[in-house]
């Protein structure tokens, strides 16, 4: 279980800026989206953490109905996007996606890794984020899928690395 500040709902498509008192978030802004290129599911942070990009780790949440921004959720991780991704002119940095789902939702409660979810719905995810990614000028390239297992070590890793800071 691991407790999770959601940013970006599908409810509301603006960052939110939140100070929580259980860890310091960090908010960053939205591209404008195109009727119809929302956000799958919620698409949240894990506070008090950092990636290999320099920014909190990503996670998308499976659940039953969106949440809206500035709340915590409690979710397990089934799984991870590992990719590379670049700026426009930038190098390429790894970049990963975890996958989480809410403690709480009835629709995913038998999902306990990706193989567990619905038949193409990882990749319509992987094609989300390769299509949000250009709209902020960025190009982004899944690699490899990763189990709960790999997706815990990350989220640790990810700890570690913010208590460097």
Not at 17 to 33: D, E, V, Y
Not at 85 to 102: C, E, F, M, S
Request: charged residues 25%; glycine residues 6%; contains cysteine.
């Amino acid at each position: 279980m691991m407790a999770i500040f959601a940013l970006l709902s599908r409810l509301q498509k603006e960052a939110v800026t939140n100070t929580t008192t259980l860890r310091n978030a960090i908010a960053w802004s939205s591209p404008l989206f195109f009727r119809g290129n929302d956000f799958p599911y919620d698409f949240c942070f894990v506070p008090s953490t950092l990636g290999d990009d320099g920014d909190p780790l990503d996670v998308l949440i499976l659940m039953d109905s969106p949440v809206i921004p500035g709340c915590v959720v409690t979710a397990r991780l089934i799984g991870a996007i590992e990719a590379k991704q670049r700026p426009k002119d930038g190098d390429w940095t790894r970049n990963y996606h975890l996958i989480a789902v809410a403690t709480h939702a009835q629709l995913h409660n038998t999902v306990h890794s990706l193989s567990d979810m619905r038949p193409h719905l990882l990749d319509k995810i992987k094609e989300f984020f390769i299509g949000y990614n250009k709209l902020r000028n960025r190009k982004f390239k899944p690699q490899k899928d990763a189990g709960p297992r790999k997706a815990r070590a990350l989220l640790e890793a990810g700890i570690k690395a913010f208590k460097k800071t």
